[in-house]
Each structure stands twice: as structure tokens, then as C-alpha cells.
């Protein structure tokens, strides 16, 4: 009977001791298993975080680049449409560059020379046609060059000045010259000089002469200086 129970006992204690380590090992499974679901949560997270991408920098602002120089671009001048002839004297100035700006004049043959230039024809041209044949030849040498052409002294284009001025005569044409100049440069006026009756002769084109009226009294009193106009050439100017 003793060893009955016992037997039973001891059965019972086996079924107990197995059924508990079924229920720690199914409680070790699902712990286990709720710890890879946790770090594979971490491991996607940060996997998710990685693939994400910031967004670009914008770019560093830039200033812009600065307008070239205006070459083409320039207010007419009176002399732009002046034929250069034998010679005449012209200033060439080169933006930046000394040696290459200078006063020059135009030889017999018609041509000037410039260092990196040569022998350009100058007669027969204007001082913006002049400009243009020079900046062509220096484009290959200098960068964007810029170059002004302006006439000094039109000895090739004259006037004349006739009556009581100290020295009458004929004289070269300096660009600019205005009358009140050209009586200077022909020694003043003479005592018996009428200064309110000088004109200057002009010839139009199509050989029509127009008078041109001059008071040389009311300039000196600052009265009409406007009438003081430049001289042009084969102009006469007249003093009675």
C-alpha cells in the first residue's frame, strides 16, 4: 500500500516537475522572442534613419559677375563724322594700356603705326571707323580693348581769316576751335576792327554759302555767348 502511494507520489511529482518546465520554457520562447522583435525594431529604425536623406544645402549665394565695359556705347561727338586727312594729329587712347595711348599724327602716305597694332590707315576714315580697325587688331593681344580716337589738330582741313586781325591768314583746323579762338590764335583784333559786324563764310553742301553774324562786343559783356560757334573747315571768318 506504502509503495503504492509512493509510486503515485513520485509520478505525480515528474508530471509537476515537467509540466513547469514546458510552461518556463514556453515563457523563455516567448521572452526570447519579444527580445528579437525589439532589436529588430531598433535595427529597422536605424536603418530607417540612415536611408533617410537631409535635404541639400542651398547653394552659396554668388554675386553676380560684373557688366562688361561698355565699348559700342558713347555720346556722338561733333567730330564723328570728320574725314581724317594727311596730317592731322589724333590722340588714341587705350583704356589700361600707356604704351599703346599716344598723339600721333597721320603721315603723308595716310597711315599711323601702334605698338601691337602696325600701320593702320588712317586718312580717308572717321574717328569711330579708326576706333573700330584698331580695338579688330588688338583683340588679339589685350582683353576687351577700348579705344577712343579724337582729332587735335585737323591740319589736313583748314581756315581762313581775312581783315583787321594781327596775323590774317590761313590756319589748321584744331578740333574745338571756336571763333573767339581763331581770333586769338590770328593776333586780336586790330584799333579799327568793326567787332560787331565780324561773319564767318560757310560753305554747304550742294556749294550754297551761308553768312553767319558775329558780335564780338556783346560776347566780351556775356550778352548771346552762344553766337561764339566752333569753326568748321573751309570756313572764312571776316573781320570788316
Not at 100 to 128: C, F, H, M, N, Y
Not at 167 to 178: A, D, M, V
Not at 197 to 213: A, D, K
Request: glycine residues 8%.
Amino acid at each position: 500500500m506504502e509503495n503504492s502511494e509512493s509510486s503515485a507520489n513520485s509520478i505525480r511529482s515528474m508530471w509537476l516537475g515537467t509540466a513547469f518546465a514546458k510552461r518556463c520554457g514556453k515563457l523563455a520562447l516567448q521572452s526570447c522572442l519579444l527580445a528579437c522583435v525589439a532589436c529588430s525594431s531598433a535595427v529597422w529604425g536605424q536603418g530607417a534613419d540612415s536611408n533617410q536623406t537631409d535635404p541639400a544645402p542651398d547653394p552659396p549665394a554668388t554675386s553676380a559677375p560684373p557688366a562688361p565695359r561698355n565699348q559700342a556705347t558713347r555720346s556722338a561727338r561733333p567730330e564723328d563724322t570728320y574725314i581724317i586727312g594727311d596730317d592731322d594729329v589724333l590722340s588714341i587712347n587705350v583704356w589700361k594700356e600707356p604704351e599703346i595711348s599716344k598723339q600721333i599724327p597721320v603721315r603723308s602716305d595716310g597711315k599711323i603705326s601702334l605698338p601691337l597694332v602696325g600701320e593702320v590707315v588712317a586718312a580717308g576714315r572717321t574717328p569711330p571707323q579708326l576706333e573700330q580697325e584698331i580695338t579688330s587688331k588688338l583683340q588679339g593681344y589685350i582683353t576687351d580693348p577700348q579705344v577712343t580716337v579724337i582729332v587735335e589738330q585737323m591740319n589736313s582741313q583748314k581756315f581762313n581769316i581775312f581783315g583787321q586781325v594781327g596775323r590774317p591768314g590761313s590756319y589748321p583746323l584744331i578740333s574745338g576751335i571756336t571763333i573767339v579762338d581763331a581770333l586769338a590764335n590770328a593776333g586780336g583784333l586790330k584799333d579799327f576792327a568793326k567787332k560787331k559786324s565780324i561773319y564767318i563764310l560757310r560753305q554747304n553742301p550742294g556749294g550754297v554759302e551761308t553768312r553767319i553774324p558775329f558780335n564780338y562786343e556783346k560776347f566780351i559783356k556775356g550778352k548771346d555767348v552762344a553766337q561764339n560757334i566752333q569753326i568748321k573747315p573751309h570756313d572764312t571768318l571776316v573781320v570788316p
